[in-house]
């Protein structure tokens, strides 16, 4: 109830900013419909990234989320067990023949680095990524998140699209179905892959499945620009201009036939976008424009290239941010190459793959958050920072890495509508386990819509007999975190 | 207290539980029916009708007339655990509301049924229009009186008729996909009447069944990949593709077409199965055994799915957590339907022909006439001969030299089984291909290069036999030269030995244009070597490429023999090792061991056969230079060379590394001609080695064990590198000349009775799945697989259709078959009409039920029901003859009629659901793409077979799928013809709205966004198919600009430009040639569109 009297409040104030067909249709759902019916957000052809109203007052308007591909261990990171200290080498109690992805367990082995408090709140959090350690007063905890699956495959897609299934929108896609974007010279979601290469599942991260192809997630990086952005070298600037122009008399000519086509004119305003955004897109990747002392805090000249790769990332996400694009999906870690290899699944030799991933992700993602902080930027995007899920307490029977854990996990969130220097939940005295405010992908996902003014039991598309949500039939907004 | 409450509650039990619709149903239908009732029946129990209430829930029964405390309903109304007690919410009911029940159970819970209760007790559900028997309407006569009177009712009707221009388009690419020729559309626009003709003409273009099997793969989620995290391709699905197209073509009748998919193992259909695991699969698999069963509920869920939405328009899948929430479909249903494919495993099995039984038949003959031929030709296998045969090849870094920088990395010869091809296996006249692999230089005119050396490191006198890859453009005058003492500035040491035409191969026979081939060794004379010799290639005076392979020295056992071959034998084995020579006489035989694979060497076994096959070895004395372990490893001893059995169990190692020798003493003097030995000779199960394999070795014989000959040696082998790819060498290298003749025509006709033998028996792989009888099935608790329940017998759906129960041991094929006949039965209310509205959905943009894979109570109505009844029987009437419905809608008004906006119609009904016009549409991905490719005259129109690639080549263990770039003529086949991978669009066409095949499809988005725009001016595809256009409509309209440009006009629009156009047209390509002009008409709305 308190939702919807926020929502009318919100509309009545808005209203003039606001698409007045997109309202029409929302307030006739609310006026027409039970309050629990789908609503399917009304989409202008011809502009689909137009902003359009969420469903109450939103508290993030823009989301940043961090992908860690490969699963990174909770347990070696952000959920301080003294236990495992204490036990280190030891059984772990009550598992018996337990046998988990790969197989066999054996003992509990702590942490491969030490825990400090960390800020003025004191939060525990390993030395194996200092600087994002020293933004815990900027984090909220969940450290009781379970997944659906323990392996790579399904896990990504729930992260990514609420569904262990392939062939569902993801996460940005119903975002931007929902929203729309604030920028008219760029897609409303853009995906940037680490400069290693894709993530396990790749593009099925930010597809749009059976949304519109809108809504598909745009991928690019700092190294690799969109696909076919740039005008071919042999075409002059001339010739664009006039091929253009003569485009653009076909077509109306053509509109002018076939009146009353909205299609048609969506297709005309498209390629105007299409001309904006080639300029857009050169204009956000040239970094040149950043000061050398913010490139020096996410470390863009970093003799690891692949660290310096990342940081110039990280730089692309905050600008894409500050430019009012609704969704950016920022990966940390690539695709399998070998265990361990590329991301964070270490298996075999934990010790070792860390210490290659940690220093790629630590500073530039500090940075990133210190900057957007720093740039007010925290108020009206929420970050969320995950991965699909945990690794075990224990190190694998014969080996010295984690197996998959997702039973028990953590992701943290910062900025617009979560509290600081806040933690939800928790798992067992080792780690393995969710016991306290259990968390499922679903309340995450949930929330995240929360957050941005939509019911995530509402927001709908209908396909191939259902009424598809991203949260499924499941999903409960973890209200304990929110301010 | 206690005796005056239950006094109280027994006074008043008297009193009320008379009246059970006064105290009892008001009580029922206030606590309970909310969520036990019609719309929610929770733990599938309802109290709101006499019959559900008595039959109970998933519990059990919730009243036992005269028993209230074994009545589960007052159990739980009066249960202390607040978990247990109902209702769930708000306050428990007073005592004296659960005495008023007490008492009524207990005084025999009369329940007088009333209307309502009957009416509560059938399914209202059923009522469901769907669910209804197909009704051909009386008065049916074509598609457009319904449209038309539909029409009516809102005061419109159907527009006027489109223009000839306009239909032939839209015709095109409705039914095949593809633009009309400017000439088809003159022909077409000067006699309108002829219609009906291009209707039957097109349906009958292979490229009808091209064109709509695209639709129908999106509906069943078909693609070529596993899907989830390593999604690798599935290189033998293809040929589902092909079957559907071919379907299509035929008009197979879609009850058959239904059979088939599901069943076609048992209906001579092997890839139509392929229906049924054409969905995602996890390959990642692990020892976790909940993830694993995890993992096939989620298979099978996905056949079960895609099958009832696909066929049946049901989302049947709602039901595996619980029973429907909407549709009369219980949870048991979707139980009954799984144990129906439990049997079906994601995989491939082999994809027999038509006529399979003849084919076995012809088999075994075929194999019992090959024996004789084989016993004839062992008399002609080759003789070990003493001298050494060196091959040395372009690869070999030891004995080869890189005297100039190559021209990239050695190049492979191309894949294939023919003379000189990459995996040619030999024949009794032509060695297998040796060469593998060869590397070349561009050679200058008339600079004479020395580009290659190989060094031999051998003296003696020796044959020496050149090879190289034989090209159509390779250099015509290659040269090798002779240089003895190595050194390639010393020059006068130097002899040319050969000069080489690479254009042919070594027999002379000319090279295959587009092939790689080996050319095979070509003898260039008998020379002496001295150990310093090396043979160096040259660039002759004519230049090309040119190019090195493998060459070989054959030490002269005869110097007038003229071989065409040089004499060679297989590298030696693990398995069998034989060595024939001349017969002779012995008493004694040293088998000698010079080189080893690793380690001591073992041999399992040593056998010596006379001519008469009798292995003389079994009786002779044994004795060895030594023994591993001095003999006391029970697996490895001496006596084990000779005891007749095989294995490494059972075989003798040497004590020395890499060496050793075995002397065998025969009972008497023998004749002995064969000597046969191994490492592991061992079949079945259990580990086979092949290590200490003895790579070198020679035989020798005696008459008196001091004085020996030599018979046989490992110097005529092929090195062990080449292993693992030359197994045997067919060619017979031996043969008297005397019997030249009789030999060649027995090779012959044992190289064709192989060759069919071949054919008949490899059956090609398809991905459709493989079958095994399933164990048996049972109902999940909330779909969950950690929670099995009862189990369920095969069956279909109760509610809807025959009634069809199948016992629990039903043989695997059998229950599929019967799930295909359900689904096919004409009186299946759903079949007919799911298929009739799919083909509405694709002639008109939406379906007559706009959701057309969901026909339940939950799904759009139809429009036009009677319509679609119409059509639903027709189908059936017509022996479910697909083209006959798509001719009955092609032909109708209806279809034909003008796409113009009328403002009073649009206001009445703006998207044209009524059909006042013909809807206009995007064209989707793949006809965006192929009309590109017929507009440039680039498409090309090949049927069949594996797909091409739209994305680079990649191996990794989680496939990376990276779009090409650049594309050649290998990718301008149809769309359709993609191998498609799953959940991963190419950069260009994916932005067109293609579905991503990781759910089924039945209706495609189409929306409009900026990449498109970006994809169709900027891409590599775009700009080379511009410029293929302007040089077709040049090339057929010579050299007159206007001309030119009306050209451009008829081939993109099928119609001239205006005058206004042809103005901007003719500035644009004067200034910017007319490639631009292309580049600007492939991005039009017209071209786009289709009216």
């Known amino acids: 109830m308190n939702h919807l009297l926020n929502r009318r409040h919100f509309l009545n104030r808005t209203v003039t900013g606001l698409s007045s067909i997109a309202l029409t249709s929302l307030l006739k759902q609310d006026n027409l419909l039970a309050n629990d019916s789908p609503i399917r957000p009304f989409i202008d052809p011809s502009r689909p990234y137009a902003p359009r109203p969420p469903h109450f007052e939103p508290k993030a308007k823009q989301v940043l989320m961090i992908f860690c591909s490969g699963a990174m261990s909770h347990v070696d990171t952000w959920d301080y067990k003294p236990e495992l200290f204490k036990r280190h080498d030891t059984p772990m109690p009550g598992s018996g023949n337990l046998i988990t992805f790969q197989g066999e367990q054996g003992n509990l082995i702590k942490p491969i680095r030490d825990f400090k408090p960390r800020g003025q709140s004191g939060k525990m959090i390993s030395d194996l990524l200092p600087n994002l350690a020293e933004m815990a007063d900027d984090m909220c905890f969940i450290h009781s998140m379970t997944a659906k699956s323990n392996t790579h495959g399904p896990a990504e897609n729930q992260m990514g699209t609420g569904y262990i299934l392939d062939g569902f929108p993801s996460a940005g896609a119903w975002v931007t179905y929902a929203l729309g974007s604030e920028n008219q010279n760029f897609p409303a979601f853009v995906a940037i892959p680490d400069p290693r290469g894709v993530p396990q599942i790749g593009p099925r991260h930010w597809g749009s499945a059976f949304l519109p192809a809108s809504f598909q997630g745009t991928a690019f990086n700092a190294n690799k620009p969109i696909p076919n952005l740039a005008r071919p070298e042999s075409i002059s600037d001339k010739a664009e201009r006039d091929t253009r122009n003569f485009l653009k008399r076909l077509n109306d000519r053509h509109l002018e036939q076939n009146p009353g086509d909205s299609d048609l004119a969506a297709r005309i305003s498209s390629y105007e976008l299409a001309a904006r955004m080639q300029l857009a897109a050169v204009e956000i990747n040239d970094l040149s424009t950043e000061s050398p002392a913010t490139r020096a805090l996410y470390g863009t000249e970093d003799t690891n290239v692949n660290k310096a790769g990342f940081a110039k990332n990280c730089i692309l996400a905050r600008r894409l941010i500050e430019r009012g694009v609704r969704f950016v999906q920022l990966f940390n870690g690539s695709y399998a190459m070998g265990e361990g290899v590329g991301n964070w699944d270490g298996h075999k030799k934990i010790h070792d793959q860390y210490a290659v991933h940690a220093p790629i992700l630590d500073q530039p993602c500090a940075a990133l958050l210190k900057d957007m902080k720093a740039r007010g930027l925290l108020k009206d995007t929420l970050v969320v920072f995950v991965t699909e899920f945990g690794r075990m307490p224990t190190f694998q029977k014969g080996a010295n890495g984690r197996d998959h854990n997702p039973k028990g996990f953590t992701v943290w969130l910062s900025g617009a509508g979560v509290k600081r220097a806040y933690s939800h939940g928790a798992t067992d005295d080792f780690g393995y386990q969710a016991i306290e405010n259990v968390t499922t992908i679903y309340d995450l996902h949930a929330t995240m819509l929360h957050l941005l003014g939509l019911n995530h039991e509402r927001l709908s598309f209908y396909n191939n007999g259902i009424e598809r949500r991203l949260t499924d039939v499941h999903g409960h907004v973890v209200k304990d975190i929110l301010t | ?1091």
């Not at chain 2, 079958?771 to 759906?797: C, I, K, W, Y």
């Not at chain 2, 298929?835 to 939406?846: A, E």
């Open chain 2, 1 to 1091: 207290m206690k005796s005056f409450l239950l006094c109280a509650l027994t006074v008043s039990s008297v009193v009320l539980a008379q009246d059970f619709e006064a105290d009892i149903r008001p009580l029922l239908r206030e606590h309970c029916v909310e969520c036990h009732g019609e719309k929610k029946n929770k733990a599938d129990l309802r109290l709101d009708a006499k019959m559900h209430a008595f039959k109970g829930g998933e519990s059990g029964p919730a009243i036992i007339a005269g028993k209230s405390d074994d009545s589960l309903l007052f159990q739980r109304i009066t249960s202390a655990d607040e978990d247990e007690r109902m209702p769930p919410r708000g306050n428990p009911l007073t005592p004296e509301q659960t005495a008023k029940i007490k008492a009524w159970i207990d005084a025999g819970a009369a329940w007088p049924e009333t209307e309502a209760d009957k009416a509560a007790a059938t399914d209202q559900r059923l009522l469901h229009w769907a669910y209804q028997p197909l009704q051909r309407p009386a008065n049916a006569r074509d598609v457009d009186e319904f449209i038309s009177s539909k029409l009516a009712e809102k005061n419109l009707s159907l527009s006027k008729a489109a223009d000839a221009r306009t239909l032939i388009r839209r015709v095109y690419f409705d039914v095949v996909g593809l633009p009309p020729t400017p000439e088809e559309v003159e022909r077409f626009v000067a006699s309108p009447s002829s219609y009906e003709a291009l209707v039957d003409s097109l349906l009958a273009s292979p490229r009808f069944g091209e064109k709509w099997a695209q639709h129908w793969l999106d509906v069943v989620r078909f693609a070529e990949s596993d899907g989830f995290e390593t999604n690798r391709a599935r290189d033998n699905a293809w040929p589902y593709r092909d079957y559907v197209i071919e379907s299509f073509n035929n008009d197979k009748p879609y009850d058959q077409f239904i059979r088939e998919q599901l069943a076609g193992d048992a209906l001579n259909a092997d890839a139509a199965t392929a229906f049924l695991v054409g969905g995602a699969v996890d390959r990642v698999k692990s020892k976790d055994p909940v993830l694993t069963a995890n993992q096939r509920a989620d298979e099978l869920h996905d056949m079960v799915s895609t099958t009832a939405a696909t066929f049946l328009g049901l989302t049947v899948n709602c039901a595996r957590c619980h029973n429907h929430k909407f549709d009369p479909i219980a949870q048991e249903d979707y139980y009954a339907m799984i144990a129906m494919l439990q049997g079906v495993q994601h995989g491939e099995r082999p994809m027999r022909s038509a006529n399979s039984a003849e084919n076995e038949k012809r088999l075994v003959k075929l194999r019992s006439e090959l024996a004789p031929l084989d016993a004839k030709l062992a008399a002609f296998q080759p003789r070990s001969h003493l001298g050494r045969v060196i091959l040395i090849d372009d690869t070999s870094p030891q004995t080869t030299a890189i005297e100039q920088p190559t021209n990239g990395k050695p190049i492979t010869y191309s894949p294939g089984r023919e003379k000189g091809a990459a995996e040619d296996p030999g024949d009794a006249t032509r060695l297998p291909n040796l060469g593998e692999s060869y590397r070349y230089w561009s050679a200058e005119t008339g600079k004479h290069e020395d580009f290659f050396t190989w060094d031999p490191n051998a003296s003696g006198r020796f044959r020496i036999w050149l090879s190289w890859g034989a090209w159509t453009t390779h250099a015509p005058d290659a040269r090798y030269i002779l240089d003895q003492d190595g050194d390639l500035k010393t020059t006068n040491d130097q002899t040319e030995i050969a000069n080489i035409n690479q254009r042919l191969f070594a027999d002379g026979k000319p090279a295959i244009p587009e092939q790689r081939r080996w050319s095979g060794l070509q003898s260039v004379g008998i020379h002496d070597l001295t150990d310093k010799s090396i043979v160096i290639l040259r660039s002759g005076d004519k230049g090309g490429p040119t190019v090195a392979d493998v060459i070989a020295f054959e030490e002269v056992p005869d110097e007038k023999a003229k071989p065409t071959v040089p004499h060679l034998r297989a590298p030696v084995s693990h398995l069998a090792t034989e060595d024939n020579f001349d017969a002779i006489e012995a008493k004694f035989l040293r088998f000698t061991i010079t080189a080893c694979s690793s380690g001591e060497p073992c041999i399992d076994e040593l056998e010596v056969f006379t001519p008469v096959s009798k292995n003389v070895a079994r009786t002779a004395k044994v004795t060895v230079s030594g023994t591993y372990a001095d003999g006391t490893n029970t697996s490895h001893k001496r006596e084990h060379l000779n005891d007749g059995q095989y294995g490494n169990a059972r075989s003798w190692i040497s004590k020395e590394k890499g060496g050793g020798w075995a002397q065998l003493e025969f009972e008497k003097p023998e004749r002995i001609h064969r000597v046969v030995w191994s490492r592991d000779r061992s079949t079945g199960k259990g580990k086979h080695y092949e290590d200490r394999l003895a790579l070198g070795y020679r035989v020798e014989v005696s008459s008196d064990g001091k004085s020996w000959k030599p018979v046989a040696s490992s110097s005529d082998r092929l090195a062990d590198a080449y292993r693992k790819r030359i197994t045997t060498i067919p060619t017979l290298s031996d043969v008297p000349t005397e019997k030249a003749a009789e030999v060649a025509k027995l090779t012959q006709q044992r190289a064709h009775l192989a060759d069919e033998i071949q054919k008949l028996s490899a059956l090609p792989m398809v991905y459709a799945g493989n079958f095994s009888q399933p164990g048996p099935t049972n109902r999940m608790h909330r779909g969950d697989p950690t929670q099995p329940r009862e189990v369920v017998a095969p069956g279909a759906l109760k509610q809807i259709g025959r009634p069809l129960s199948l016992p629990a041991d039903t043989p695997e094929q059998e229950r599929r078959l019967a799930l295909a006949n359900w689904i096919a039965d004409p009186t299946n209310p759903l079949t007919a009409r799911v298929i009739v509205n799919r083909l509405w959905h694709y002639h008109f943009g939406t379906g007559l039920v706009e959701t057309p894979s969901d026909f339940g109570i939950n799904g759009a109505r139809p429009t036009h029901p009677e319509l679609l009844d119409f059509l639903a029987s027709e189908l059936i009437a017509h022996k479910w003859s697909l083209k006959h419905i798509h001719k009955l809608i092609l032909m109708s008004k209806t279809f034909q009629q003008s796409s113009a906006m009328n403002e009073v119609a649009y206001k009445a009904d703006s998207n044209a659901r009524l059909l006042w016009r013909f809807p206009p549409r995007r064209l989707e991905a793949e006809a965006v793409r192929d009309a590109m490719l017929v507009t440039s005259g680039q498409l090309d129109l090949k049927m069949g077979g594996p797909g091409f690639d739209l994305f680079e080549p990649n191996d990794n263990y989680v496939k990376v799928y990276q779009t090409k770039t650049d594309y050649g003529p290998a990718e301008f086949r149809r769309m359709v013809y993609q191998s498609k991978p799953r959940t991963m669009l190419d950069d260009f066409f994916g932005a067109f709205d293609c579905p991503d095949a990781g759910q089924p499809a039945p209706k495609r988005t189409s929306s409009t966004t900026p990449l498109q725009a970006l994809n169709l001016l900027n891409s590599h595809f775009a700009m080379q198919q511009a410029e293929a256009f302007a040089n077709r409509a040049m090339k057929e309209s010579g050299s007159d600009l206007a001309k030119q440009i009306r050209r451009t006009f008829e081939l993109i629009f099928q119609r001239p430009p205006s005058s206004e156009e042809q103005t901007d047209a003719i500035a644009l390509a004067k200034s910017h040639g007319l490639p631009a002009l292309c580049r600007a008409l492939f991005n039009s709305n017209e071209f786009i569109r289709l009216n």
